[in-house]
């Protein structure tokens, strides 16, 4: 394990795994321009990293993000110019977890509100203690949503649910987000690391181009029609086998062993 950290993140490597953690305690992990700056560096870093095949995102203290820092906002001297461009960092942000060739699981340990629900939803996993609390109250403070989840949340919660939850900005645990399709899994808030890091291991198991292959195609399928879809498949398949990796998956199913993957 090689930590290291910054302003606001906490960043630790576990073999094949990258943590992120946000590190704001004192303001339960409230978003603040450095912290997305910092995000976004280690996004890229572990997506460039060949030897980095999945990464788990969660929040030191109490919270996992509670959306952005309202202290921070009603001291800001911003013009309309640069209040513009901290927008844009969050969307940049949800669109390098949402692009990411490695998957990403959210380990949600407390409250996920406003920018950090976005960040969760953007991942491809999402893991809550059953105490977190997940919601959008943007409505309630006379703003709108942003990160791509106009789109992602009603593919994952059904159109119905997802105008419950952004229009009323009702707050909700991990069962519950569970039941309806938002979250993976939930469970104890003691274990709820250990399950995201056993997850991560899982995923870091399989073959990281079929993996960053299938990643793209899942999250362009629902806006791609169905015969670009096959031929995106045809091409992504082809892909494949022009790795070691596919030569590595078949020797070692009929020689009867676990493959080893080397992302090439």
């Known amino acids: 394990m090689n930590p290291s950290s910054n302003e606001t ?12 953690r946000f590190n704001r305690p004192h ?12 995000l976004l560096v280690a996004l890229t870093a572990a997506d460039s990293d060949p030897e980095v095949r999945a990464v788990v995102l969660t929040g030191e203290g109490r919270a996992f993000c509670v959306g ?30 949402y692009r990411l060739k490695k998957p990403v699981i959210a380990a949600v340990n407390g409250y996920a509100l406003g920018a950090g629900a976005e960040m969760a939803v953007a991942c491809d996993f999402l893991l809550m203690a059953d105490d977190a609390r997940i919601g959008f109250p943007e409505t309630s403070i006379g703003t709108c949503i942003g990160g ?5 949340l009603p593919q994952l919660v059904g159109l119905n649910m997802a105008r419950q939850l952004l229009y009323t900005g009702r707050r909700i ?22 399950e995201a890091h056993r997850l991560a291991g899982e995923l870091a198991k399989q073959a990281p181009v079929s993996i960053a292959m ?38 070692a199913f009929a020689e009867k062993r676990t493959p080893v993957f080397k992302g090439h």
């Open 9 to 20: 993140l906490l960043v630790e490597t576990h073999g094949p795994v990258v943590e992120i």
């Open 27 to 38: 303001r339960l992990n409230a978003v603040v321009e450095p912290l997305y700056r910092e």
């Open 68 to 97: 952005a820092d309202m202290k921070e906002h009603g001291g800001a001297t911003r013009s309309l110019y640069q209040r513009r461009q901290y927008l844009q960092l969050g969307n940049d942000v949800c669109e390098a977890i």
């Open 148 to 152: 791509g989840v106009s789109k992602i």
């Open 173 to 194: 645990d991990g069962a519950e987000a569970v039941r309806i399709g938002l979250a993976t899994d939930s469970g104890k808030a003691d274990s709820l690391i250990a």
């Open 214 to 251: 299938l990643k793209r195609l899942v999250n362009l399928g629902s806006s791609t029609d169905f015969d670009a879809q096959l031929q995106q498949e045809l091409d992504a398949v082809f892909t494949c086998s022009t790795t070691q990796d596919w030569q590595e998956g078949v020797d």
